[in-house]
């Protein structure tokens, strides 16, 4: 195992609605997520899981504050931190 293998600081977002969900309102909780995260240091966001985002970030420090900031605005949401292993 080599000393310099990477990982991706990483936030799970779990308790969105689906984007497709029939009510407007639940429907526009992610963009306004989306927007939320702009200002931090986001390197992608993956929506693909059904469970939820997994949204990477550039540093530990952004995740950090991301995670704080989404805890006050969303607070229905449940948010883990994880450390991603970059599969590269």
Known sequence: MSSHNRTWPALDVA????????????AVQGDLLEATLTDFDV??????????????????GGR??????IARE???????????????
């Not at 939820?52 to 550039?58: A, E, I, N, T």
């Open 15 to 26: 308790g969105l609605p689906p984007s497709d969900a029939p009510d407007a309102h639940d």
């Open 64 to 69: 950090d504050r991301a995670q704080q900031a």
């Open 43 to 60: 390197e992608a966001i993956d929506e693909t899981n059904a469970a939820g985002w997994r949204v990477f970030f550039r540093t530990r």
């Open 74 to 88: 969303f607070p229905g949401l449940t948010l883990t931190s994880v450390d991603v292993p970059d599969e590269d």
